[in-house]
T-cell receptor, first 112, second 115 residues
Framework: AQKVTQAQTEISVVEKEDVTLDCVYE???????LFWYKQPPSGELVFLIR??????QNEISGRYSWNFQKSTSSFNFTITASQVVDSAVYFC?????????FGKGTRLSVIA | DGGITQSPKYLFRKEGQNVTLSCEQN?????MYWYRQDPGQGLRLIYY???????QKGDIAEGYSVSREKKESFPLTVTSAQKNPTAFYLC??????????????FGEGSWLTVV
């Protein structure tokens, strides 16, 4: 069975603070893919990143960075110097051979 | 512009009525999906289709039906058998039939309220 856990339901930070969103996954497959999506108030899910299980390199894209650790089955997402526009619900997701399995999401509120 | 178009954005229906949500994509993607989102529940898979004229049940298929007569279209019917149909519905697609590793792209969603 596949499972994604996002333990943080809601997070509030003040603008310019760094914030890390946690994601823990479970799968018995050795080949799998992990994703992060952003859902702004408009509702559409916006793809942020995809990572396969054989690539544990951390990734940085502007203010966003991702830390993938197979040893702890985690794929955490950090926003540096947060901005009000980062306010959204963020979903972590996992897939092997079947369609995406999502975590329940973390609602991030960035306060000016 | 290429993308996934869902319609209508907002829909109100009386209890006991069937309703069909439209999903069209012009990305030439093989696979299409329907997810349901409830507050605090994340996204749950209703149905998916990897090829025309074929589709598979997801985790919460009861009370829903789909068809895939054309590659670009994957409509979802919410039937009167669905006990709690009020939710946000998201359609998605991915390039290849095998979803492994494929990035799934989403439409803007449809809000269904049953009164």
């Amino acid at each position: 069975a596949q499972k994604v856990t996002q333990a943080q339901t809601e997070i509030s930070v003040v603008e310019k603070e760094d914030v890390t969103l946690d994601c823990v996954y479970e799968t018995r497959d050795t080949t799998y893919y992990l994703f992060w999506y952003k859902q702004p108030p408009s509702g559409e899910l916006v793809f942020l990143i995809r990572r396969n299980s054989f690539d544990e390199q951390n990734e940085i894209s502007g203010r966003y960075s991702w830390n993938f650790q197979k040893s702890t089955s985690s794929f955490n997402f950090t926003i540096t110097a947060s901005q009000v526009v980062d306010s959204a619900v963020y979903f972590c997701a996992l897939t092997t051979r079947l369609p995406l399995v999502f975590g329940k999401g973390t609602r991030l509120s960035v306060i000016a | 512009d290429g993308g996934i178009t869902q319609s209508p954005k907002y829909l109100f229906r009386k209890e006991g009525q069937n309703v069909t949500l439209s999903c069209e994509q012009n990305l030439n993607h093989d696979a299409m999906y329907w997810y349901r989102q409830d507050p605090g529940q994340g996204l749950r898979l209703i149905y998916y289709s990897q090829i025309v004229n074929d589709f598979q049940k997801g985790d919460i298929a009861e009370g829903y039906s789909v068809s895939r007569e054309k590659k670009e279209s994957f409509p979802l019917t919410v039937t009167s058998a669905q006990k709690n149909p009020t939710a946000f519905y998201l359609c998605a697609s991915s390039l290849y039939r095998d979803s492994s590793g494929n990035t799934i792209y989403f439409g803007e969603g449809s809000w269904l309220t049953v009164v």
